[in-house]
């Protein structure tokens, strides 16, 4: 698909049309979907199973309707007193996770006895996950149950199993690891050598009640941690009151972590906002993080040094002090969750600082929710931003501090300013806006002179979108910057094909922004442009009419 807007064209090869009430791929036991949406980065699955891009595997805990499918991701075994992980997921009949589902709770109940608390899990749009703490011993199930779907998990007890301490330079036998291993001061992954997880493991680590000493695990090689969704690897404090340090991968050597929970660390040297350390550390290297949990940490999920090369793909960062936090780096994230981050300053979801010449900022599928700050915090960055729901930020779901940003087929709803941009004064700022429904905003579109510039310049180009809210457009600079075409805004707007009338949206108290079928959205949108998938003029907003 391509479109231009004014003097940009914009190439999106094999993009599907906006989808945002789904996330992820094919589910390979439901349903075969079309092609892979344009260009994808990530490792192969490998041998760990019949996978797909939202975490499924042959073996995982699945239940199923005509139209979806619950999944759970979580150990198949645990240790008294160490809270696991519980990730679960809604799909939908094309096998994607199902983001028109806003807020379902799951319920967990266990058998064999005991309890589990918390006993419900928040998913945001069709995922969530929540650190739990199991009382009980003994061979258990837990069960999952989502608007009437239900799915079970066994657990094993490793209270009898053995505990492999380790700490220092690793090698020999101490660079593979299964079972229980304890980390009990600083290891060190020598340069040259690589430190094999199995799926399944259990990593302890020692913490500090505060500051920055937490255990950490200095990576000069490299890490293959390769779990499968239904035994992931598990890096986790030896006390939960107690948080570990970080993953510090420090040389140029690729890492990945495919189904990985990382939680209760980050008690670890303090670094760019935010005043805490993080749990993944990268500087100078490159990391793949697949279908991984980043979760209920001291600090922010990730601190990405210049020059460093990271892939998040199908994750969930959720319940941080910060998301990832980066800086001059090489960065693709796709089909991942942001969600539940909340404080007292810099409370991101993701932050991209900058990139190197050669490198590219891609956001791609997925979903940034619940926080006390913004969704999308970017500063002197060329990011592109496409297929996201943003959603319920405090402040902005989209920050734009000098640089480019392509904000593209995504929805925008519930925070108090959709995207907003201000400038440091040196080149003007560029923000492309296309096929985009913001609504339930108290400000859409906003331009800010926060740093008294009258003469800064910053411009936007907004095409085939829907502006609906308290206040469409809010701007300190001159309204000339703001070009608005073949788009519904909620106060008049002049340019090309604009409307200023009720989108008419299906149930938006539901949070069902699609378009009715008396939308005047419908066959609004560039009559010169690409058009819709049944070859009418493409509608306005992220939603085309499905009849």
């Known amino acids: 698909m391509s479109w231009t807007i004014g003097a940009w064209i914009w190439v999106m090869t094999g993009c599907q049309p ?10 390979t036991e439901v349903a075969t979907t079309a092609a892979d949406s344009g260009d994808s980065r990530g490792t192969d699955p490998g041998d760990s199973g019949a996978t797909d891009d939202s975490g499924a595997t042959d073996d995982t805990a699945t239940a199923t309707t005509p ?13 008294p007193g160490i809270p696991l992980v519980v990730r679960v997921e809604v799909h939908d009949e094309d096998g994607r996770v199902d983001r028109g589902l806003w807020d379902a709770q799951a ?30 011993t003994g061979e258990l199930s837990l069960t999952a149950t989502v608007e009437g779907l239900e799915v079970q998990a066994e657990l094993r007890d490793l209270s009898d199993d053995p505990v492999t301490q380790v700490s220092g330079r690793l090698g020999g036998d101490d660079l593979s690891w299964s079972g229980v291993v304890h980390v009990t001061s600083d290891a060190r992954v020598p340069a040259g050598e690589t430190l094999t ?10 913490g500090v009640a505060a500051g920055t000493e937490g255990v950490d695990i200095d990576v000069d090689g490299s890490v293959q941690a390769d779990g499968t969704a239904d035994a992931p690897i598990t890096f986790t404090a030896a006390d939960p009151d107690l948080p570990w340090g970080e993953l510090d991968h420090d040389e140029p050597t690729a890492s990945l972590y495919r189904y990985v929970h990382l939680t209760r660390g980050a008690h670890s040297p303090i ?10 550390r990268l500087d100078g290297s490159a990391v793949t993080l697949e279908h991984c949990v980043i979760s209920d940490l001291g600090g922010k999920a990730m601190q990405v040094l210049p020059g460093s090369d990271l892939t998040l793909k199908a994750c969930h960062v959720t319940r941080t ?26 409370n991101d979801g993701i932050y991209f600082h900058g990139q190197g010449d050669e490198d590219t900022l891609m956001f791609r599928g997925g979903v940034v929710a619940s926080g006390t700050d913004d969704g999308i915090d970017t500063s002197t960055a060329t990011l592109t931003i496409e297929d996201v729901v943003i959603r319920d930020w405090a402040d902005k779901g989209v920050t734009v501090y000098d640089g480019r940003v392509q904000l593209l087929d995504s929805l925008v709803v519930g925070n108090d300013k959709g995207i907003s941009s201000k400038s440091q004064g040196f080149d003007p700022v560029h923000v492309t806006v296309g096929h985009v ?12 002179d926060r740093d008294d510039l009258p003469d800064a310049v910053i411009v936007y180009e907004v095409q085939d979108s829907i502006l609906w809210g308290d206040q469409a457009i809010q701007t300190d600079y001159d309204p000339s910057f703001i070009t608005v075409r073949y788009s519904d805004l909620s106060s008049p707007w002049p340019g090309a094909g604009n409307l200023s009338a009720d989108p008419r949206f299906v149930d938006p108290a539901a949070r069902d922004y699609h378009l009715s079928a008396d939308s005047p959205c419908i066959d609004a949108g560039d009559p010169e442009g690409a058009g819709d998938a049944d070859g ?11 009849g």
């Not at 906006?18 to 589910?27: I, N, R, S, Y």
């Not at 109940?109 to 650190?131: I, K, R, Y």
């Not at 670094?271 to 993944?280: E, Q, S």
């Open 321 to 346: 002090v910060m998301g990832p936090e980066t800086d001059a780096s090489d960065v693709w994230v796709e089909d991942s969750w942001f969600t539940d981050m909340t404080g007292d300053d810099d």
């Open 67 to 79: 139209e979806r499918v619950l999944r759970l991701q979580i150990r198949d075994s645990y240790l």
């Open 18 to 27: 906006p989808v945002v009430a789904a996330g992820g791929t094919t589910d």
């Open 271 to 280: 670094g760019g906002h935010t005043d805490t350390g993080p749990v993944v």
């Open 536 to 546: 009418s003029v493409s509608d306005q907003g992220v939603f085309p009419f499905e």
């Open 437 to 448: 429904t913001f609504a339930d905003n108290a400000i859409a579109l906003q331009s800010r």
């Open 107 to 136: 319920t967990l109940t266990l058998e064999g006895g005991g309890s589990v608390v918390p006993d419900t899990v928040t998913l945001f749009n069709g995922l969530g996950s929540a650190l739990v703490q199991v009382a009980a």
């Open 197 to 206: 997880i199995a799926p399944g493991t259990l990593v302890l680590l020692d």
